[in-house]
DNA sequence: GCCGGTGTTTACCACGTGGCAGAGAAAGTT
DNA sequence: AACTTTCTCTGCCACGTGGTAAACACCGGC
């Protein structure tokens, strides 16, 4: 069934290694030789083994890229950009949801239980503490994504790419109070896991209204279960169960879907936006541009993310860059509809 | 480094064999003797190798998934499902996203140009005929995803599931007429590629049009060069083009995708939805629960989509069932505000 | 005490490939 | 002409595992 080299080597007939040397561009071959092998090969359709080349080489040609979930838009953006950056050098991505599961997370650390199935993981992690990240048992390099984790002083050989969220957050809100808006809200804080994502973005957000000298209201801060459309809508009945005078007049919401959801929940109630209720978003996800109102949003530079995360693991995996790389990319405020103006 | 099953043995005093028998769990060793060996895989965190494995058993314990993009809403919500019901299998999905180019189509169905990276694939060609199937050369076992693409008619060892198309448009279709909408148009017709899934939408939008004996107006129908938001938003922008009185009242989008481009363009303008024109999309993906109008979908059953795929697939890879399935799954129409209430 | 049976452990081999170094031939040097 | 160097090609080995079957130990029965 399966055509090997040893296949090729008798239909050519050379030695199994001589048509080995070919595949592997070995300098000295002789064109006869070579073209013989080559004809060889294209007659009989071989294709490579790969678990014998990964078991042969200690490479499986394959990284693993572990998001908490596809239909989160932000990671299906960033997974294709990632996947694109790594394609184009030659190697395959393995593409992991960890549903932001801490037990999967650290499967995703440790390699799945399995040596050689990836060279190098990029990871966006969720439920991970800086020492599970420390402990991780895979034997290959880590890039972290997103919020940076703490990890020890010295990183212990793992790599950080993603913007800087407290500033992110800051420019955000501080865009809501500029409006001007009075009373700007935070939904989007991590009730039940938590998010050190949620945490850097809640602490830019205090920054800003600190910055501005406005009181910090903890009945404006919404914790949320998870960051789906459903979960904003909720927090968004919740804003709607207020006194009207304590509902806020601005919200910032710690991703895209928060706000859509939430954008939705008002508007079921006749709230108009940005009217009532300017709302900016975090991720400037696709739909962001199309929803009714289009949505403000932080837009982290994803390409720059995923480009840079590429080449940082990939260094690391070919063993041509041994220090501790903590990159900040860049991001901007994309100002749309949804904080088009001031208030009534 | 690695820690391997010889490793095991020497600190367990026993033979390599008996660590691989203790690990595949074979009935004949003694208690004794499995605990000393479990103690020792422990202690020294011993990790099966996994191209070793894969080399000697002929299995990767990883099937394929191709799909267009998953940054297109639906193929990433399937993922998901898809994703899940293999990990309850206990094997790992290596997710590929073709972006509807022939050449990473043919790359998925011939393996990659690798033996053995992957048991089986699920696929969801856009833009590979039925020839191109049959001649796949992976030597994997096929399950195709969505539209039925006419192969041989003995299939030929490929098992296919999905929808009926061209009922679920006509669905659509006349959900719009029943309104009662008089110039109901196509978005999503096929402009660059062929697409076999927008041939049998369209399909099932004139079967429709033709059972109401309403007459197929040619200027109704628009193509697009894809399937995102801004396709659909420049479609709109096209019918915005035409004369006042010659503007449908009723949309049928291929996606939903295109669909919320398309209200976002028309909105632009200041057209109601569904005041003005009610639309219809398909895949009824989260989106549409939340955009604002809310989308009336066609709703195609996901999650059985997937655990069907997946089912026929390990069939075929564990070889007990040799049989060519043609499922075709549930649909429904999800009737939401974009098609709330008649015209005016 | 020998024997068949059952339970437990082990030795050997093969999966397909790449690294290494050696064999043989051709070319260049003294 | 003999010797070195360079070029081609080849054979051997190991990567870590699972399948097959042989070896060994123990047990009960005649």
Chains 1, 2 share one sequence.
Do not use: W
């Amino acid at each position: 069934m399966a055509v090997t080299q040893e296949d090729v080597a008798r239909r050519a007939g050379v030695a199994r290694k001589t048509v080995s040397n070919v595949i592997s561009d070995y300098p000295h071959v002789s064109d006869r030789i070579r073209k013989k092998v080559l004809a060889a090969i294209e007659e009989l359709g071989y294709q490579p083994n790969r678990a014998a080349q990964n078991l042969r080489s200690g490479r499986s040609g394959m990284i693993g890229l572990a998001v908490p979930e596809l239909d989160v838009s932000y990671f299906a953006e960033l997974t294709r950009l990632v996947v694109q950056a790594t394609e184009r050098r030659g190697l395959t991505v393995l593409i992991i949801q960890t549903f932001g599961d801490l037990t999967r997370e650290h499967a995703s650390l440790n390699g799945f239980g399995h040596q050689r199935l990836i060279d190098g993981l990029i990871c966006s992690p969720i439920a991970s503490s800086g020492e599970d990240i420390l402990n991780r048992g895979g034997g290959f390099p880590v890039v972290l994504l997103g919020e940076q984790v703490s990890v020890a002083p010295d990183h212990a050989g793992i790599d950080h790419v993603g913007i800087d969220n407290v500033a992110a957050a800051r420019t955000a809100t501080e865009h809501l109070l500029s409006l001007p808006r009075k009373r700007v809200a935070f939904v989007g804080a991590s009730r039940s896991t938590d998010s050190h994502m949620a945490d850097l973005r809640l602490a830019g957000y205090r920054q800003a209204l600190a910055a501005a000298g406005v009181p910090l209201r903890p009945e404006l801060v919404f914790s949320v279960n998870g960051y789906h459309r459903r979960d904003g809508a909720e927090a968004g009945r919740r804003i709607l169960a207020l006194p009207p005078e304590e509902r806020p007049d601005g919200v910032f919401c710690a991703n895209d879907l928060l706000a859509q959801g939430l954008m939705r929940a008002l508007h079921d109630t006749g709230y108009r936006i940005p009217h009532d209720v300017a709302v900016v978003g975090f991720d400037d996800i696709d739909e962001a541009t199309y929803s009714i109102p289009s949505l403000t949003s932080v837009s982290p530079d994803k390409a720059q993310i995923a480009e840079t995360a590429v080449a940082l693991l990939l260094d690391r995996v070919n063993g041509s860059d041994e220090a501790d790389h903590d990159t900040v990319t860049d991001f901007s405020l994309v100002v749309r509809e949804s904080t088009a103006g001031p208030r009534r």
